[in-house]
């Protein structure tokens, strides 16, 4: 063909001579990406850790109903479990354990908050106070494959003594091997109390159970050190904190203790435990995103050369 113009061809073939080069130099940062992905590179990435479980350990004996933090202790620690529930990050599970004379799950580990929230409102207060058996309930609603029975250390082994049919039925527990004190970063127990041990488990032989299995004690106290405050009559030893075993349970554990004396501080506590909780920081291999990455660039250098010129090359 002949042209009157030879400038006006010109223009025109070099406007698109970038595309010649487009899809081949795709190409070659793909086959970089995949050498850089063979390497199996790893990085310190914060990331939401969908299999953390939290319990929350809460002392519902007669001495919540001081009002030395207004308007009463237990109604303060409602208020600010609830606020601690709110903030939490919707993907980690959280169990509640009630605990006086006696402790029992109030609800399961569970994403749902609002089964909390009523567990949490519908609290009856009783007599007594067993630090050591919440602790122990809360691992048995970490740990279920371990068979952890807060009855047989109570008051002992029932290898002896005549069992049910179904409890014949299960399956041995899973062997436990101790581990690092707080080396576990998929559970953790925030417990609250505003007094000492008066029945159960022995407070410290719960934490050593805690700390064998790398589970992180918050610990939240309530209360006077000295003794009763405001008490009614006869009510002084359930008043008086023992702050030097709730320390111990914290160090054991490797969490940490909080004395939260009023409402404020209370629900402060609660919010930088949240805070704390959100994201983990994890080694995470990068290989599988970069090799996701280059073969995206390396189909994108194809269907380019495809649709500009007809062929792969």
């Known amino acids: 063909m002949r042209y009157s113009n030879v400038a006006l061809v010109r223009s025109a073939v070099a406007g698109r001579q970038w595309r010649r080069h487009l899809p081949p130099a ?29 319990m929350l350990a809460m002392d519902v004996s007669l001495s919540m109903r001081v009002n030395d933090i207004q308007p009463t202790r237990l109604a303060a620690a409602q208020e600010a479990a609830k606020l601690f529930l709110r903030d939490l990050p919707r993907n980690i599970d959280v169990g509640l354990v009630a605990f006086a004379g006696s402790s029992h799950v109030a609800s399961r580990p569970t994403l749902d908050r609002d089964p909390v929230i009523a567990a ?38 029932s290898k002896n003594k005549g069992r049910s049919l179904d409890a014949q039925a299960k399956r041995p527990p899973k062997e436990f091997v101790p581990v690092p004190p707080g080396s576990n970063n ?5 417990l609250l109390s505003d007094g000492r041990r008066t029945t159960g488990v022995d407070t410290l032989a719960a934490a050593k159970m805690a700390a064998d299995r790398g589970v992180r004690i918050y610990v939240v106290a309530l209360g006077t050190v000295a003794g009763a405050a405001a008490a009614p009559e006869g009510m002084a030893i359930y008043l008086q904190l023992d702050e030097e075993t709730l320390r111990e349970v914290a160090r054991m554990t490797g969490g940490e203790y909080h004395h939260a004396g009023t409402a404020d501080k209370l629900r402060s506590v609660y919010e930088n435990l949240g805070s704390r909780m959100e994201v983990l920081t994890r080694e995470t291999e990068l290989s599988g995103l970069l090799a996701l990455a280059s073969c995206l660039v390396a189909l994108s250098a194809a269907l380019l050369s495809v649709f500009w010129f007809g062929r792969i090359a």
């Not at 050591?132 to 807060?150: K, N, S, T």
């Open 26 to 54: 795709l190409l070659l940062i793909a086959f970089a990406g995949l050498l850089l992905a063979a390497a199996r590179p790893v990085a310190r990435i914060p990331l939401p850790w969908a299999r953390t479980s939290i």
């Open 186 to 190: 998929s559970a953790a127990i925030i």
């Open 120 to 157: 949490i409102d519908a609290f009856q207060m009783q007599m007594g106070t067993a630090v050591g058996d919440a602790i122990v309930l809360c691992l048995a609603e970490l740990f279920p494959d371990q068979a952890i029975d807060v009855g047989e250390m109570s008051f002992g082994s």
